[in-house]
Structures are given as structure tokens and as C-alpha cells.
Nanobody
Framework: QLQLVESGGGLVQSGGSLRLSCTAS????????IGWFRQAPGKEREEIACINRPGTIATYPDSVRGRFTTSRDNAANTVTLQMNSLKPEDTALYYCAARLNVWSCAMENMGYWGLGTAVIVSS
């Protein structure tokens, strides 16, 4: 059974950077598409990055493109999310999630979720 644990969240000033990690245990991560999602207080959860199994393709919504970058090390069973130029509106609980084999991060189809790590960006 795949288990995911996020880490690296914290408090940062506007314009700063954070690096989140998603570490998998239980099975090899290489067979899974990984998505990053976030949920701000009072808002719906949204997808912010999706990376394919070999780590050769990553997609981002307009809200974070050019500021956030995701990458993966399948040998280390870890996916990272580098977040630069952070804004107060990036404040949220950040999750990683996994889907076996299929290249898609549609939220309703992600089979495995971590518990999240909080990111707070002060103005």
C-alpha cells in the first residue's frame, strides 16, 4: 500500500521560497503519476502541478506557472515542489497525491493522498 508524506511547509515572507517534498513508502513511486494540490481556507482544492512517471513532463496552471517547479527522484521515492516568488495568496495546505499508471492528475481519480503540509506566506 502506497503511503505519502509531505514535508517542508512553513511560514515565509512574500517573495520568498520554499521547497516541499513528498516521500513515498510501501511501494516504488515510479509507477505513479504524482500531483500537487492545495486548499486555501474557505476555498476548493486545486491542482497546482502534475508530473509524469519518468519525470519528463510536468504541467502547471497559470496561477503558479513560472514560479513553481516539480521534479522527482524515483530511486529515492521522492517528489519535490520548488516554490519561488511566493505570494500571500499561495497560503494553503499543500498535498501530494498519486495515481497508478495513468498520465492524469484529475483530482477525483487520485488514489492516494498525503495528509498535507501547511504553507503560510506573510505580506
Amino acid at each position: 500500500q502506497l503511503q505519502l508524506v509531505e514535508s517542508g511547509g512553513g511560514l515565509v515572507q512574500s517573495g520568498g521560497s520554499l521547497r516541499l517534498s513528498c516521500t513515498a513508502s510501501g511501494v516504488a513511486l515510479g509507477a505513479y503519476t504524482i500531483g500537487w494540490f492545495r486548499q486555501a481556507p474557505g476555498k476548493e482544492r486545486e491542482e497546482i502541478a502534475c508530473i509524469n512517471r519518468p519525470g519528463t513532463i510536468a504541467t502547471y496552471p497559470d496561477s503558479v506557472r513560472g514560479r513553481f517547479t516539480t521534479s522527482r527522484d524515483n530511486a529515492a521515492n521522492t517528489v519535490t515542489l520548488q516554490m519561488n516568488s511566493l505570494k500571500p495568496e499561495d497560503t494553503a495546505l499543500y498535498y501530494c497525491a498519486a495515481r497508478l499508471n495513468v498520465w492524469s492528475c484529475a483530482m477525483e481519480n487520485m488514489g492516494y493522498w498525503g495528509l498535507g503540509t501547511a504553507v503560510i506566506v506573510s505580506s
